[in-house]
């Protein structure tokens, strides 16, 4: 009896045991990492959009202080700032002219500019805008321009106003005026000039007191619609471009006119005359307008 209770625990027992476990399977090797991709950069920004605008970029002060009196030069201390213009009318832009600061002011109400900061002839002067399209959209047009330095411990420009003339155009026409020289003294006569309003005159050295060389230099003013031109050029009878300098003057009646003398050579009766004209023309005065900026 007791053999046979021992055999019947044995077998229970042997059978309450848990099956072998299966072989172990070898791991998976570890995935390999993939190269994450950098994200593309942002694109650049675009200043042809939205409306005309200046934004400023940057500015710089610069103080001077002799030690010796003897030795002060001509250069002071100076107050710099650039502005960006831009805006969708962009591309149009065919001349500008100076940033003129007409209220600045720091926070201890010093003014950083005077009656005498610019003269009549920055104010009045126009230059031609020589950039391409694609390089207006990735900059836009940079202005700079000058005042007086800060009071020393201003913080900041509590206020600034000016102001930068824009001339936009889009069609542009040429004129060739042949022997330009002839009208000495006299208003340019041609047909386009008359139907477009503009009239130019060709002065004589005894307009302007400085000397002038007559026979490699030639006076030209504006009369009207200074703002329809954008620029003159001169050739000779092979149509050769002629090197030429272009310096301003003031007439004795005190109108500015354009002082055009060869690098080499002299006014014939073969120079050509090329004026590239803007048949209508939108002038922009862009206002500049900021409050409370910081100092550098």
């Given at each position: 009896m007791l053999a046979t209770s021992l055999v019947t625990f044995l077998v229970l027992f042997q059978a309450a045991q848990p099956a072998p476990a299966p072989p172990a399977q070898p791991a998976p090797p570890p995935a390999a990492e993939q190269p994450t991709e950098a994200p593309p950069p942002p694109p650049p920004p675009a200043y042809d959009t939205g409306p005309m605008r200046a934004e400023i970029v940057a500015?710089?002060?610069?103080?001077?202080?002799?030690?010796?009196?003897?030795?002060?030069?001509?250069?002071?201390?100076?107050?710099?700032?650039?502005?960006?213009?831009?805006?969708?009318?962009?591309?149009?832009?065919?001349?500008?002219?100076?940033?003129?600061?007409?209220?600045?002011?720091?926070?201890?109400?010093?003014?950083?500019?005077?009656?005498?900061?610019?003269?009549?002839?920055?104010?009045?002067?126009?230059?031609?805008?020589?950039?391409?399209?694609?390089?207006?959209?990735?900059?836009?047009?940079?202005?700079?321009?000058?005042?007086?330095?800060?009071?020393?411990?201003?913080?900041?420009?509590?206020?600034?106003?000016?102001?930068?003339?824009?001339?936009?155009?889009?069609?542009?026409?040429?004129?060739?005026?042949?022997?330009?020289?002839?009208f000495s003294g006299q208003s340019i006569e041609d047909v386009r000039l008359k139907e477009m309003g503009i009239e130019l005159k060709v002065l004589t050295a005894d307009d302007i007191e400085q000397p002038m060389q007559a026979q490699r230099c030639m006076l030209i003013q504006v009369v009207s619609k200074a703002d329809n031109i954008q620029s003159f050029a001169f050739f000779d009878g092979s149509l050769s471009p002629i090197r030429h300098r272009e310096n301003p003057v003031t007439t004795k009646s005190g109108a500015s006119a354009m002082m055009y003398c060869f690098d080499g050579g002299q006014f014939t009766d073969e120079t050509i005359l090329v004026l590239e004209v803007h048949p209508q023309v939108e002038v922009l005065e862009l206002p500049v307008v900021a409050d409370h900026v910081a100092l550098p």
């Open positions: 500015m710089r002060e610069i103080r001077l202080k002799y030690m010796d009196s003897d030795e002060k030069s001509n250069a002071e201390s100076n107050f710099a700032m650039q502005v960006r213009v831009a805006g969708d009318k962009l591309a149009r832009i065919k001349r500008f002219g100076n940033l003129i600061l007409s209220d600045v002011a720091d926070d201890t109400g010093k003014a950083m500019i005077t009656s005498d900061t610019y003269s009549e002839q920055e104010r009045t002067t126009m230059r031609p805008q020589m950039m391409p399209p694609e390089r207006l959209r990735d900059t836009g047009l940079l202005i700079a321009t000058r005042g007086l330095v800060s009071a020393r411990g201003a913080r900041e420009i509590a206020r600034l106003r000016g102001s930068v003339k824009l001339v936009l155009a889009d069609a542009t026409d040429r004129i060739t005026i042949l022997n330009p020289a002839q």
